[in-house]
């Protein structure tokens, strides 16, 4: 009755391909791992992932899913393909009116593997994803400020920069520097755009044409910015 049943567990991330049924989410509960299998490698970046994933921030600002404890570990381990150890041992014992039952009892265990050291490459095994995994959230934390430079809803960016992690005084200066940046670009077109335009007509304009006030020079406007 000890007998013990192993597997080697992996799931494919083209399973995001569909929404995901709500069978899988059950099956996941008895046969899926949890964040707290999880070397502290693996760990630390788990935390960093989950406050940049644009599927997390879909589900609970779009679709308004609440149950995101589990919901956000079976995101992490299908995006990022993250393998694990599921086992099960029988086990006899007693239901409330004594009567003996036989029941399993399940186990998932990280693949210790993974945090082993590869001695052709002096890194562990498991480097190659964690390596995914930090490029992933690079990725997302970039992609969301740039989405904050194009939004022009106040509201709107404080409320995305209020969800990134990290210190907001940085976070919105990082911000204000991109506006800064794609002003300055346009001001220079425009500007130049301007000249090309004046040269190209000054043989035909008279010169008792009133002086035009002057605005703020782009010095000015760097200094306001």
């Known amino acids: 009755m000890q ?16 929404p995901l049924p709500n069978w899988f989410i059950n099956w996941w509960s008895y046969h899926g791992p949890t964040a707290k299998i999880l070397p502290e490698p693996f760990l630390k970046l788990y935390k960093e992932w989950i406050k940049v994933s644009p599927d997390l921030n879909k589900l609970y600002h779009d679709d308004h899913v609440c149950w995101m404890e589990q ?11 993250i393998p694990w150890i599921h086992k ?16 399993r009892i399940y186990y998932n265990n990280f693949w210790d593997k993974l945090m082993k050291i590869d001695p052709t490459t002096n ?4 480097q190659e994803f964690l390596d995914l995994i930090t490029q992933t959230i690079h990725t997302y934390d970039t992609t969301a400020l740039k989405e904050l430079a194009v939004d022009n809803s106040v509201r709107h960016m404080a409320r995305r920069i209020s969800n990134l992690d990290g210190d907001k005084e940085e976070l919105i200066n990082n911000y204000l520097n991109e506006v800064r940046r794609n002003l300055l670009l346009n001001i220079t077109h ?3 755009s301007d000249t090309s335009m004046r040269s190209e007509t000054s043989d035909d304009t008279q010169d008792d044409t009133k002086e035009a006030p002057s605005g703020p020079t782009l010095k000015e406007i760097k200094d306001f910015l």
């Open 190 to 192: 425009y500007e130049k």
């Open 88 to 103: 099960w041992t029988p086990e006899v014992d007693f239901t409330n009116e004594q009567i003996p039952c036989l029941y």
């Open 123 to 126: 890194s562990s095994y498991g």
């Open 71 to 81: 919901i956000d570990q079976i995101y992490f381990f299908i995006e990022f393909s």
């Open 3 to 18: 007998e013990r049943q192993m597997s080697f567990n992996k799931v494919c991330a083209k399973i995001f391909a569909h």
